[in-house]
């Protein structure tokens, strides 16, 4: 081949190249949504690659962890949920060592190769994987893979490179602006609650407000709110935004023996990553039967004294940031100033009800004393007697007494 030919080769390959990075720019910038930029990069990455398969793993920091997020094959039901450890598997190699990998064919021989069962894409022969960075911090991994053997020549896994570099940016961009929406929603809630808190509103309906509030803020599968017996010792369920019949009816647990308990004895938040396995949570057959995985209990707290918790149940494998157990705690400590300031309420109604009532009793004894010539006792008892039989209350009775001599004047 001449000079010529090979100088139109190489510059007609670039200029396909150059179009192919500029489509991707044009998809990660035509959107701040992070997964509308994921689906649309694992769409492109899989035309170059010519492969059957492109799945996107990002790196959650937190969790020292890599999460599946996006596939160019289907596979809503597991998105979220495989996860890998940094160094664990091809993807996990490729992820700590910051280095590309490619296998031609007999994939799952390598050495380093992780089994998922529920992922077809094990059973494919040719891996090209290539490690997402911003500005040399890890942000993922993106994967192809051929059902059959497959060589990756230099030019794919240097164009794979190229789009991964142009999408590490535009993942933390949209990681940012998701963030920044978190927060704002948070302050919104936050907010909420507070209005929701000086409403005036009957309690059972603040608390169902607020679980409801909640669950939306984090993204809950359930979320409830349980209230302390301290006679008794036991949590029983007050308010949930489930409609779960079982859940509802869900009976009180002992403080000593359940992981709410423990949120109560500790005065601190207790997450649990998974319920399913935890010994201590009660009941592990209705968490299965809804569908319940992590759990994020924190105590509902009066100054130093704690009056229940609030539980929110993810129905994936979750870990609860430092950020999310804070606002939920400020939540958890609003609502008991809620049911506290309620509380206080219905005292003071209750206490200006009894006062009314010792004065018309006081009224109709006066009367009673007066008009049929008895002692104080005596008009009491006649008092109670009459509210006996009459199956009225005293200040019914009172009152009756009191209208009685109003119209006989």
Not at 14 to 31: A, F, P, R, Y
Not at 54 to 77: G, T
Not at 139 to 154: A, F, L, T, Y
Not at 326 to 332: E, F, T
Request: proline residues 3%; hydrophobic residues 40%; charged residues 25%.
């Amino acid at each position: 081949m001449s000079e010529d030919v090979h100088k139109k080769v190489r510059v007609s390959r670039q200029t396909e190249d150059l179009k192919i990075l500029l489509h991707v720019s044009e998809t990660i910038g035509s959107t701040l949504n992070l997964q509308e930029v994921l689906h649309g990069v694992v769409e492109i990455a899989a035309k170059v690659a010519r492969a059957q398969s492109c799945l996107i793993y990002l790196h959650e920091p937190a969790q020292h962890e890599l999460v599946l997020r996006a596939s160019k094959n289907p596979h809503p039901k597991i998105l979220g949920r495989v996860r890998l450890k940094i160094g664990e598997g091809i993807t996990g190699w490729v992820a700590k060592e910051k280095k590309p990998v490619a296998i031609a064919k007999d994939a799952s021989l390598d050495s380093r190769f992780k089994l998922f069962h529920n992922l077809p894409e094990d059973t494919y022969h040719a891996f090209l994987s290539v490690p997402i960075l911003h500005k040399g911090k890890l942000v993922g991994v993106i994967n192809s893979q051929h059902k059959k053997p497959h060589r990756w020549d230099g030019h794919t896994v240097e164009l794979m490179e190229g789009i991964a570099h142009l999408i590490g940016s535009a993942i933390e961009n949209a990681r940012l602006y998701e963030e920044t929406k978190k927060k704002a929603g948070q302050i919104e809630t936050l907010s909420k609650v507070s209005g929701t808190i000086v409403s005036g509103k009957y309690l059972e309906e603040i608390l169902h407000l607020i679980v409801t509030m909640a669950a939306q803020m984090m993204g809950s599968k359930i979320c409830s709110i349980m209230l302390l017996d301290e006679v008794k010792q036991e949590l029983a369920i007050k308010a949930t935004q489930s409609l779960s019949e079982a859940y509802r009816k869900k009976p009180p647990v002992r403080i000593s023996k359940s992981v709410s308990g423990m949120a109560v004895s500790e005065k601190k938040p207790v997450s649990i990553r998974d319920v399913r396995k935890e010994k201590n949570f009660a009941y592990s057959e209705l968490a299965q039967e809804e569908g319940l995985v992590s759990l994020l209990c924190v105590p509902m707290m009066l100054k130093n004294r704690v009056i229940g918790v609030i539980n929110t149940y993810t129905a994936h494998e979750h870990e609860f940031s430092e950020e999310e157990v804070h606002i939920l705690q400020a939540i958890a400590n609003q609502s008991a100033i809620a049911i506290e300031n309620t509380n206080l309420m219905e005292e003071s109604l209750a206490s200006r009800e009894a006062l009314e009532v010792r004065k018309l009793v006081e009224r109709a004894k006066g009367i009673l004393m007066k008009e049929q010539k008895i002692s104080e006792s005596e008009s009491y008892r006649l008092l109670q007697q009459q509210s006996m039989n009459l199956r009225k209350s005293m200040k019914e009775i009172a009152q009756a007494i009191i209208l009685a001599s109003e119209i006989k004047m």
